[in-house]
C-alpha cells in the first residue's frame, strides 16, 4: 500500500495541451475520484499513474518509489478498463491467474488467491467460462477480480461502471467501497458520473480543461464549490445559476434581478456589478415572503419529492418540491434559500466570491 | 387475417425462390468440379463430350498413373513444404509490422502503406527477371528457400494490410490490461493479441498458402530440376501446347486441390470475420 | 520480465527452425552430376533415359535429367544457361542454336573425330559463322500416316487424297493434321512455292503462294475432308478410332497412337496444281553444351555419347527417331517406317536458322488461325501479319542520352535532401519517437524492400532500355513514345496500347460488376435469417475459391472445348451445334469472363456476408416501420450501409481483375489473334516471345501500373473511405 504523488503532470497529444500541469496526492490506503467531463484529461492522467502513457514533464511517486520511467508492469498497480478488457481467449479462472502467472506466482498460491477472490466476488460458478459466456455484470466483477488477485500497491479504474446499467451500477457501486474498505488499498478512480465520485471518494479531484479545479472530500467540494464549474458539475439537478446585479447595501449584499431579491451577508470584498448566483434546486422551501419568484412550467413528480421546472425572470429554475406540493402550471411559487447556501461567482472568472481561499 | 396468411404464403415463396437461386449458384459453382472429377475417372485421354459429368468406363489409371510418376510424392512435398513455410515465413513477417503499423504512429507509416499498396499495382511480368537474377545473386536459384523468400516477400503487402484490419478491431486494453498485469509489450502481443487474432491470422495463413501453393509462372522460371519442381508446374505440362493428357490433368488436379480445399473447409468458419476485420476493409 | 519474453523467443525460434528446414534439403545435394534438359516426351523420352542410364553405366558420371515443357523451354533456357546456372547439356533442334550462341546460351565446341561418323548436312546445320554447335542427333520432319484399313492404294496428290472423303465411310476425314499450325502449314505453302522467311529475311507467307495454299487447305476444311481447327491430340484421337484415314506428323505420332491400328508411313503427297510436292521442314536436333557444359570435360563426352553409335541404335530402336549417322543402325535400316521418314527428309526443307525466323511464328500463326476461320480474307490476315511482323522486328530505338535523366535524379536528391535539412528540426524528435515502433517494422521493410520493391525499381528502370537482355541500352522514353503511339500504326488497330486498353477495361468492368453481383444478391440471401440448410449453402458456394486457380483455368479452357467440353455439348443438347470458342472474339471473351466470374464471386460474397454484419437489424425494422418496401429497404438503406465496407475489397477485385494473368492466358491464350488479351498478357508476349524485348514490356507494366495508380486515388478520392489510403 503506498501513498500516490503526482506532481506537476504535463502532457500534450501534437498541438493540444491535455493536461497543463497537475498535482495530485492520494494518502494511503485513500480512495481518490477524479471525476469531469469526457476531455478534461481524467483518463490520460489514469494511464500516465498506470504508466501506459508517459508524461512529459512531472513525476509520478508510489511511496516512496518515483515510478514516472517504470513500465507498466514495474509498477506494481491493477486496472479496471472501461471495457473490462478480459481476455477473450482464456476462461475466468485463467483470467484471474494472468497476472500472477506473469509474475511467476507459485501454482499453489494462485489458486489460494482464485479461490479468496471469487469468494469475494461470487465467481465460483463462472469459474471454467469464457467472457463472451458472461453478462456485463459478471464480465466487471470478473475484471473487478483480477486487479484484486494480483493484491497490487495501486488500484486503478477507469470508468468501470459505466457500461452496466443503472440498478446494477448502484448496486456494483456501493460493492466497490465495500471492497475497498475491506482491502484498505490505494485506488484512483476515474468517472464522469458525479453520483459515482460522491459516493465513492475520500477525496475528489474535479478536473477541467486538463486542470484540477478542485479537491478535497466530496461533501466540502459540494458544499463549497470554488468555481462556477465545480459547482455545475456536482449534484443532480444541476445548480440554478440566475444572472443578478450586485449592490453594498448597509451590512448586506442586495443581489436583484427580475424575480430574484435577495439580501445576504456581505463579502470580503466590494462585488463587481454584476455576478452570478448560484443555487442548488435543493436547498429552496417555500416561504411567502421569500426571495424568489419562480413561475412553473412543468412539474415532475416523483412521489417523494418533486421537481419543478420553472422560470425566474427569462431564466430556467429548478426547484425541488416536497413530493405534497402540486403547483399548477403557470402558478408563482414563492421561494426561499438560506444565506450560507447561496453560491456567488465571478461572471467572467466563474470563481466563486464567497468560498474561504484554498488551504 | 387475410393480411397474415398473405404475409406468409409470401415468406414461403421467398423461401422457395432463395432456394432456386442459391441451387442455381451452386450447380454453377460445381459443375466443374464436377467435370474434373468425372474426366479424372473416365478411361481415354480427353473425355467424352457430355452434359453429365458421370465418368465413362470408370477407371483409376490417370489417378494411379499421375500417383506413381516418379518424383511425384517429392513434388508435392516441394508443393506443401514450400506452402507452409511461405505462409510460416509471411505471416511471422507480416504480423509484427501489421501490429505497429495498427497501434504506433511513426515517421514514414504513410508513406510505407502507400508503398505496399503500390506494390500490388505492379505486373509481376517486370519484376520477375530482377527477381530472378537477385535470386541468382543470393544463391537461391533451383531452392524451395528461394520459392520461399519470393512468396513469403510477395505475401506480406496484403497479409500486412490483412492484419492490421484485424489488431485494428482488437481493444488497445487488452494488451494494455496485460501490460499492467506484468507483461512486456511483446509479451502481452504474443499472449494476448495474437490469440484474439487467431481468425484473421488463420485466414491469412491461409491465403499465403495458397497464393504459393497455385504459383507456376514464377516457379516454372525458377526451378531447373525435376525433383525440385512444384505441382502446379508438373500438372501445366499434361496440357501443355502439345499435350492433351486430360485424363491425368484432371486427376493431378484432384491431388492438389484437395488439401487447399481440406484447408479452406477448416478456416471458412473464420472466413467472414477474418475478411471483414481484415485486410479487404483496410 | 522473462516470463513474458519467452513466448516471443519460442515463435522466432520456431521460425529459425522451418527456415533452417528449408535451407537445409535444399542445399544437400551433389555438385559434380551432370544436368541435362531436354523436351522429349513419350518413346523418345524413354530412349534418352535408357541411353543417359548406359553413359551413366560406362562413365560413372550421374546425370540429373529435366523435361521441360515446350513452350517454356527456351525462355527457361536463355534465363539460366548464360548466367552459368541450367543444364550442362541440353537437346534442341537447330534452328535456335545459332540465337542460343549468340546470346551465350550455348558455347561452340571443338571439333572432334567423332564428327566423321556424322552426315554433312545435319552438321552443316549445325555451322553457325563457321563455328560448331552441338552434334546431330536425330532429323525431324513431317510425314503421311495411312491407316492401311481404310486407304490401301494412297493417292499421290493433295486432291485425290482430300477427294477419298466420298469413298470412306461417312464420318471418316481422309486426311487429318493441325491446319492451324504454321509448321504443319508451311509443307503447303512450299508446295506453292512459297517460304516463309525469304532469302531477304523478309516476311514470307504474303502473296500469291501463301494465299493460294492457305485457299487449299480452307477449300478442304469446307467439302469436309479435313477436320476444323484440329489440335493435336484431336489429331491422334481420330486416327485412332479410324476416323482419319490419313495423319500429316511426325516420328512423335507413333507413340501417341500405339499398336491400336495398322498404318504405314509414305512421304507427303504433291499439289496437282502446281506439281511439286508437299514439303515439310526439316530441323536437325543436336545435343549442345551451355557455357558451363563447356567447361566440363564429363558434359563433352556425354555430348559425345549422345551422337554415338550406341545411343543411336537406342533412339531408333526405341525412340523411333531418324537418327544421323553415316553408318545407319541396323534397325533404322529395316523399320519401314525409320526409312519412310528418311526418305521424306531428302526432300524437306532446312528450317532456317535466323533470329528473325523466330519472329514469323506468332504473326504467321494469328494469321493462319483467322484466314482458316473465314473471318477475314486470307490476304488481308496475311498482309496484317506481315504489319506485325515488321513491327516486332523494326530496329530498337536508338540510344538516347541519359545525361537529361542524370540531371533530374540529381535534382531530386538535391531536393530531398534540402527537404530533410530543412525539416530536420520537426523530423528529428518525430524519428526518436518512432524509433520504438520500427523495431517491429524493420524486418518486414527490409525484406519487402529487397524483394519487392528493389525488383519492382529495376524492372520499372527497365522501361527506359531498349534491346533484349543482356545487351540492352538506354533509350530514354522511347519504348513509351512507340507504345502510346501504336508504334506509329492506326491507334485503334489489333494490337495496339489503347485496343488493348479498352479489352483490359471492358474486362475489369464487367467481372467487377459480375462479381459483385452474384456476389452481393447470394451474400444477401444467405444472410436471410430463417433459411434452411445455410451452412452447406456457404461450403458449397466457396469452393470455386479453393480450387487453385491455375487448374480452374485450364478445366474452363477444356469445358470449353469443342470437341469435348461440357459447354459445347449442353448447347447441342439445346439445338446449337458446337462450334469454336476461341475462333471469335465474342466467344472467347465470354469464356474467359465466365471462368473469372466462376473464380472470383465467392470472395465477393463472403465480402458480403461480412459486410451484411455491419447493419442492424433495427435500421431495417425502423425502415420498415417508416413505410419502406423490401425494395426501398435494400437500395436506400442496406446498399448504403454495405458501400463502404464493401469498396476497398471491390478496389482491391479492380485491381486483381485489371492484371488477371491466369485466366486470360491458359483459358483463350489471347485467341483469337490476341484480341482477347488484357495489358498484363501483352506484356507477357513482349517480355517472353517477341524477341524478348524486355524494355518494352516494362513500360507495358509501368503504364499498367500508373493506370491502376491514378484509379485507386481516384476512387479513395471519391469514395467516402479513406481505408485503402
Not at chain 1, 18 to 29: A, F, M, R, W
Not at chain 3, 116 to 123: D, G, H, V
Request: aromatic residues 8%; neutral net charge.
Amino acid at each position: 500500500m503506498a501513498r500516490v504523488v503526482l506532481s506537476s503532470i504535463e502532457k500534450r497529444f501534437g498541438e493540444t495541451r491535455v493536461l497543463k500541469g497537475v498535482d495530485i496526492q492520494v494518502p494511503d490506503g485513500g480512495f481518490a475520484v477524479l471525476v469531469g467531463p469526457s476531455g478534461c484529461g481524467k483518463s490520460t492522467l489514469l494511464r500516465i499513474i498506470a504508466g501506459l502513457e508517459e508524461t512529459d514533464t512531472g513525476s509520478v511517486t508510489f511511496g516512496d518509489r518515483n515510478v514516472t520511467d517504470l513500465a507498466p508492469r514495474d509498477r506494481d498497480i491493477a486496472m479496471v478498463f472501461q471495457s473490462y478488457a478480459l481476455y477473450p481467449h482464456l476462461t475466468v479462472r485463467d483470467n484471474l491467474a494472468f497476472g500472477l502467472s506473469l509474475r511467476k506466482t507459485p501454482k499453489s498460491e494462485i489458486a489460494e488467491r482464485i479461490k479468496e477472490v471469487s469468494a469475494m466476488l461470487g465467481l465460483d460458478a463462472l469459474l471454467e467460462r469464457f467472457p463472451r459466456q458472461l453478462s456485463g455484470g459478471q464480465r466487471q466483477r470478473v475484471a473487478m477480480g483480477r486487479a484484486i488477485a494480483r493484491r497490487p500497491q495501486v488500484f486503478l479504474f477507469d470508468e468501470p461502471l459505466s457500461n452496466l446499467d443503472a440498478a446494477l451500477r448502484a448496486q456494483v457501486r456501493v460493492d466497490i467501497r465495500k471492497l475497498h474498505d475491506r482491502l484498505e488499498a490505494t485506488s484512483i478512480y476515474v468517472t464522469h458520473d458525479q453520483v459515482e465520485a460522491m459516493t465513492l471518494a475520500d477525496v475528489l479531484f474535479v478536473l477541467n480543461q486538463g486542470c484540477v479545479e478542485q479537491s478535497g472530500p466530496p461533501l466540502e467540494v459540494y458544499a463549497r464549490p470554488r468555481t462556477r464549474f465545480v459547482a455545475s458539475f456536482l449534484g443532480s439537478p444541476a445548480m440554478n445559476f440566475l444572472t443578478a446585479e450586485a449592490e453594498q447595501v448597509g451590512d448586506r449584499l442586495k443581489l436583484s434581478a427580475p424575480g430574484v431579491d435577495l439580501a445576504l451577508p456581505p463579502l470580503t470584498q466590494p462585488p463587481p456589478k454584476h455576478v452570478v448566483v448560484g443555487i442548488r434546486p435543493h436547498d429552496v422551501f417555500f416561504a411567502e415572503d421569500g426571495g424568489l419568484q419562480a413561475e412553473v412550467d412543468v412539474l415532475e413528480a416523483l412521489g417523494s419529492e418533486s421537481f419543478a421546472h420553472a422560470q425566474v425572470g427569462k431564466e430556467a429554475f429548478v426547484a425541488r418540491l416536497p413530493g405534497s406540493a402540486q403547483p399548477a402550471r403557470g402558478s408563482t411559487l414563492r421561494l426561499s434559500v438560506r444565506d450560507e447556501d447561496v453560491h456567488i461567482f465571478d461572471t467572467d472568472s466563474g470563481v466563486s466570491l464567497r468560498a474561504p481561499e484554498a488551504t | 387475417m387475410s393480411e397474415a396468411s398473405s404475409r406468409e404464403r409470401s415468406s414461403v415463396w421467398e423461401e422457395v425462390l432463395s432456394h432456386l437461386f442459391l441451387v442455381l449458384f451452386v450447380i454453377f459453382a460445381l459443375y466443374p468440379v464436377l467435370w474434373v472429377l468425372s474426366t479424372a475417372f473416365s478411361a481415354g485421354t480427353a473425355p467424352e463430350r457430355s452434359i453429365w459429368p458421370i465418368p465413362r468406363e470408370p477407371t483409376l489409371q490417370h489417378l494411379i498413373g499421375v500417383l506413381t510418376a516418379p518424383s511425384f510424392f517429392r513434388q508435392t512435398l516441394n508443393s506443401l513444404v514450400v506452402s507452409v513455410a511461405t505462409a510460416g515465413v509471411g505471416i511471422g513477417i507480416a504480423l509484427p509490422a501489421a501490429y505497429a503499423m495498427s497501434r504506433f504512429s511513426f515517421l514514414g507509416k504513410e508513406a510505407g502503406v502507400r508503398v505496399l499498396l503500390a506494390t500490388q499495382m505492379f505486373p509481376m511480368v517486370a519484376s520477375a527477371v530482377p527477381l530472378y537474377i537477385l535470386l541468382e545473386y543470393l544463391g537461391l536459384l533451383d531452392t524451395r528457400t528461394g520459392l520461399v523468400v519470393c512468396y513469403a516477400t510477395t505475401s506480406v503487402p496484403f497479409a500486412i494490410f490483412q492484419l492490421r484490419g484485424a489488431f485494428d478491431g482488437i481493444p488497445r486494453d487488452l494488451e494494455e490490461a496485460a501490460m499492467v498485469d506484468g507483461a512486456t509489450r511483446l509479451g502481452a502481443f504474443v499472449r494476448v493479441v495474437l490469440p484474439a487474432a487467431r481468425p484473421a491470422i488463420a485466414v491469412t495463413g491461409l491465403f499465403a498458402f495458397m497464393s504459393a501453393y497455385n504459383e507456376f509462372i514464377l516457379a516454372a522460371t525458377i526451378l531447373g530440376k525435376e525433383e525440385a519442381l512444384t505441382l502446379p508446374v508438373v500438372l501445366q505440362r499434361y496440357v501443355g501446347e502439345h499435350d492433351a493428357a486430360w485424363g491425368s490433368f484432371a486427376a493431378g488436379s484432384l491431388v492438389v486441390s484437395l488439401p487447399v480445399m481440406l484447408l479452406f473447409y477448416i478456416v471458412q468458419r473464420h472466413l467472414v470475420s477474418g475478411l471483414t476485420a481484415g485486410g479487404v476493409k483496410g | 520480465m522473462t516470463t513474458a519474453r519467452r513466448p516471443g523467443l519460442r515463435l522466432q525460434l520456431m521460425l529459425l527452425v522451418v527456415l533452417t528446414l528449408g535451407v537445409l534439403t535444399t542445399a544437400a545435394r551433389a555438385q559434380d552430376r551432370l544436368e541435362l534438359w531436354h523436351a522429349y516426351r513419350g518413346d523418345e523420352k524413354s530412349a534418352l533415359e535408357q541411353v543417359l542410364a548406359r553413359f551413366t553405366k560406362q562413365t560413372g558420371i550421374a546425370v540429373d535429367v529435366l523435361q521441360v515443357p515446350h513452350d517454356a523451354y527456351p525462355s527457361k533456357l536463355s534465363a539460366a544457361a548464360p548466367r552459368g546456372h541450367g543444364p550442362h547439356v541440353f537437346v534442341d533442334s537447330h534452328e535456335r542454336l545459332g540465337d542460343f550462341l549468340q546470346r551465350g546460351v550455348a558455347a561452340p565446341q571443338n571439333a572432334h573425330p567423332i564428327e566423321a561418323e556424322l552426315p554433312e548436312k545435319a552438321l552443316t546445320a549445325l555451322s553457325i559463322d563457321g563455328k560448331r554447335v552441338g552434334l546431330p542427333l536425330a532429323y525431324k520432319c513431317l510425314a503421311l500416316y495411312v491407316n492401311t484399313a481404310l486407304v490401301r492404294e494412297v493417292p499421290d496428290s493433295w486432291e485425290a487424297l482430300t477427294g477419298l472423303k466420298q469413298s470412306l465411310p461417312s464420318g471418316v476425314y481422309p486426311l487429318a493434321y493441325e491446319t492451324q499450325n504454321v509448321y504443319f502449314h508451311v509443307a503447303v505453302l512450299h508446295a506453292f512455292g512459297g517460304r516463309q522467311l525469304n532469302a531477304d529475311e523478309s516476311f514470307g507467307l504474303v502473296g500469291p503462294p501463301a494465299v493460294q495454299s492457305i485457299q487449299l487447305v480452307s477449300d478442304a476444311v469446307a467439302r469436309g475432308a479435313l477436320p476444323e481447327e484440329a489440335s493435336g491430340a484431336l489429331v491422334s484421337e481420330l486416327f485412332r478410332a479410324g476416323r482419319a484415314a490419313t495423319v500429316i506428323s511426325g516420328t512423335y505420332f507413333a507413340s501417341d497412337i500405339g499398336d491400336q491400328v495398322a498404318y504405314r508411313v509414305v512421304p507427303l503427297p504433291k499439289v496437282a496444281a502446281t506439281n511439286s510436292a508437299l514439303a515439310p521442314y526439316l530441323t536437325v536436333e543436336a545435343a549442345a553444351l551451355t557455357p558451363k557444359g563447356a567447361r566440363s570435360a564429363d558434359a563433352l563426352s556425354l555430348v559425345h555419347f549422345l551422337a554415338g553409335a550406341e545411343s543411336a541404335e537406342l533412339r531408333a530402336r526405341v525412340g523411333k527417331q531418324v537418327v544421323t549417322r553415316r553408318e545407319l543402325p541396323e534397325y533404322s535400316k529395316q523399320s519401314p517406317f525409320l526409312s519412310a521418314f528418311a526418305l521424306q527428309t531428302q526432300s524437306a526443307v532446312l528450317m532456317p536458322a535466323s533470329a528473325r525466323m523466330r519472329s514469323t511464328w506468332e504473326p504467321a500463326t494469328r494469321a493462319l488461325k483467322k484466314a482458316l476461320s473465314g473471318a477475314v480474307t486470307p490476304a488481308a490476315a496475311l498482309d496484317e501479319a506481315k504489319r506485325r511482323f515488321d513491327d516486332v522486328v523494326r530496329p530498337p530505338p536508338p540510344p538516347a542520352s541519359p545525361t537529361p535523366l542524370l540531371i533530374v535524379i540529381g535534382l531530386l536528391c538535391i531536393g530531398g535532401a534540402y527537404y530533410l535539412y530543412s525539416n530536420a528540426k520537426e523530423l528529428g524528435p518525430r524519428f526518436r519517437e518512432s524509433l520504438p515502433a520500427y523495431r517491429w517494422v524493420v524486418h518486414a521493410v527490409v525484406g519487402v524492400f529487397l524483394l519487392v520493391v528493389l525488383p519492382i525499381i529495376v524492372g520499372a528502370g527497365a522501361s527506359l532500355y531498349a534491346g533484349r537482355l543482356g545487351e540492352m541500352h538506354y533509350a530514354g522514353f522511347a519504348n513509351f513514345i512507340a507504345i502510346l503511339t501504336a508504334r506509329g500504326g492506326p491507334l485503334l488497330t489489333s494490337g495496339s496500347f489503347y485496343l488493348v486498353l479498352l479489352v483490359t477495361l471492358l474486362w475489369t468492368v464487367l467481372n467487377v460488376l459480375l462479381h459483385v453481383v452474384i456476389g452481393f444478391a447470394l451474400g444477401l440471401v444467405l444472410s436471410r435469417p430463417a433459411l434452411k440448410l445455410k451452412p452447406l449453402y456457404r461450403v458449397l458456394l466457396i469452393i470455386p475459391w479453393a480450387v487453385p486457380s491455375y487448374v480452374t483455368a485450364l478445366a474452363w479452357r477444356g469445358m470449353f472445348s469443342k470437341q469435348f467440353g461440357a459447354v459445347s455439348a449442353l448447347l447441342e443438347a439445346v439445338g446449337v451445334e458446337p462450334f469454336s470458342w476461341w475462333a471469335r472474339f465474342s466467344t472467347a471473351f465470354a469464356a474467359n469472363l465466365s471462368t473469372n466470374v466462376w473464380l472470383g464471386f465467392p470472395f465477393m460474397m463472403v465480402v458480403t456476408l461480412g459486410a451484411l454484419t455491419a447493419v442492424p437489424k433495427e435500421v431495417l425494422e425502423a425502415a420498415e416501420v417508416d413505410g419502406a418496401s423490401r425494395w426501398q429497404r435494400l437500395m436506400r438503406v442496406t446498399v448504403p450501409m454495405v458501400v463502404p465496407a464493401m469498396l476497398p475489397a471491390v478496389l482491391l477485385g479492380a485491381i486483381w481483375t485489371f492484371n488477371m494473368f491466369n485466366v486470360v492466358f491458359l483459358v483463350s491464350g489471347g485467341e483469337p489473334d490476341g484480341t482477347t488479351d488484357i495489358l498484363v498478357s501483352e506484356a507477357y508476349r513482349w517480355a517472353f516471345t517477341r524477341q524478348a524485348q524486355y524494355g518494352y514490356a516494362a513500360a507495358y507494366s509501368v503504364l499498367i501500373f500508373l493506370l491502376l495508380a491514378l484509379f485507386s486515388r481516384g476512387m479513395a478520392r471519391a469514395g467516402r473511405t479513406k481505408a485503402m489510403a
